[in-house]
């Protein structure tokens, strides 16, 4: 038998596997060009395990020259290896580069609702005059709601027309919706020794009509103040530092007798108006006044309901629509537009609390 021309043929393998390594461009190609040449079944190891069928003379320099041909591919791999392999993560790099001087994408940022901007507002003002903020459940007891108040069961603010109930109370306590943040009068003086200053915001529930100046869920803020000889002039002054810190500091109060269960005696009370002066305009209708809430003395049974002593304690509780104090001031005409959720009246406000 013939032997092939050793040496010939590991040039042309050598020749071969260079150029194909020089064509290996990416780290799959390497490694599919170093299982080709250099693998178990590889082209050289082919070469290497047929070095038996040369003659026995020719065997030991082709046996040479294959193992420092695999010593060079494997060195040639190495380095290209190295190199194919820093150009990966270099591009790498470069694509997922981050460059630091682009402008960020501005996130939407929302804006405080008025109702809420009102309240913090009210809150302010009244927390100067010595007034603490509590806040209490929108899901009440009828005892809370109404019996506490001086509501009686056959009060007519008991109809199912303007409360919502949530239990009618059979075998249990009446639950409702508090139609008003009144009940927290009741709980602030349960839990409290004189003197006694709130304010108490929140919603509070009507089974109603809607239109443009009602709402079946309104906010309000009730106020409470029990002392020692507190009288309807500490209750006026209250209210007019609230009507000047609101509408600006000309502004003048008005009561007019009012009846709620709660207050003996009890008033409406308004503010003028400060967009004509008075005078008569669009916003107050012509009045020259705009009604504010309702107020008065804390009824002597109020007082009695939490064991405080009327003969030694009185005091004055009102209440605002908050909704009210935020259409007056920016002269907004329909209560609906606070629940809309349209952003575009919402974003109106965004001023007020930037
Ligand atoms: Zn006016």
């Not at 994408?105 to 309240?119: D, E, K, Q, W």
């Not at 409290?192 to 709402?215: I, K, L």
């Not at 009210?324 to 575009?344: E, I, P, Q």
Request: with cysteine.
């Amino acid at each position: 038998m013939t032997a092939p021309a050793t040496v010939p043929a590991l040039d042309t393998l050598r020749a071969e596997a260079i150029s194909a390594l020089d064509a290996a461009s990416d780290l799959d190609a390497l490694l599919t060009w170093e299982r080709a040449y250099l693998g178990p079944k590889g082209a050289l190891t082919a070469f290497l395990r047929s070095l038996g069928n040369l003659p026995a003379d020719q065997r030991p320099e082709a046996g040479r020259s294959a193992n420092a041909l695999k010593i060079e591919l494997q060195a040639t791999f190495s380095g290209r290896h190295a190199d194919v392999e820093r150009s990966a993560i270099a591009d790498r790099l470069a694509a997922e580069a981050l460059d630091v001087t682009l402008p960020g994408r501005p996130h939407p940022i929302g804006t405080v609702h008025p109702i809420s901007a009102m309240i913090d507002e009210l809150s302010d003002i009244f927390a100067l005059m010595g007034f603490r903020t509590v806040y209490g459940p929108e899901v009440e007891t009828g005892h809370y709601n109404f019996d506490l108040l001086n509501i009686p069961a056959d009060h007519p603010a008991r109809d199912v027309w303007d409360t919502m109930i949530v239990d009618t109370g059979a075998g249990g306590p009446e639950i409702v919706l508090r139609t008003h943040t009144s009940p927290m009068q009741a709980r602030t003086m349960e839990t409290s020794t004189p003197p006694v200053r709130v304010v108490v915001p929140g919603r509070c529930y009507r089974y109603e009509a809607q239109d443009s100046s009602h709402e079946w869920m309104v906010h309000q803020l009730e106020g409470l103040a029990v002392d020692e000889r507190i009288t309807m002039a500490d209750l006026k002054g209250v209210l007019a530092e609230l009507a000047r810190q609101l509408f600006g500091p000309t502004r003048r109060i008005r009561f007019r007798c009012d009846f709620f269960p709660f207050v003996e005696p009890g008033v409406d009370f308004a503010v003028d108006c400060a967009i004509c002066d008075g005078t008569g305009c669009r916003v107050c209708k012509h009045t020259g006044w705009l009604e504010m809430g309702g107020a008065g003395m804390v009824h002597p049974d109020v007082l009695r309901g939490v064991g405080y002593d009327p003969e030694r304690y009185t005091g004055f509780a009102f209440g605002l629509g908050i909704a009210r104090m935020v259409m007056m001031k920016y002269g907004v005409d329909d209560v609906r537009a606070f629940a809309a959720g349209d952003l575009r009246f919402l974003r109106q406000f965004a001023s007020l609390t930037a």
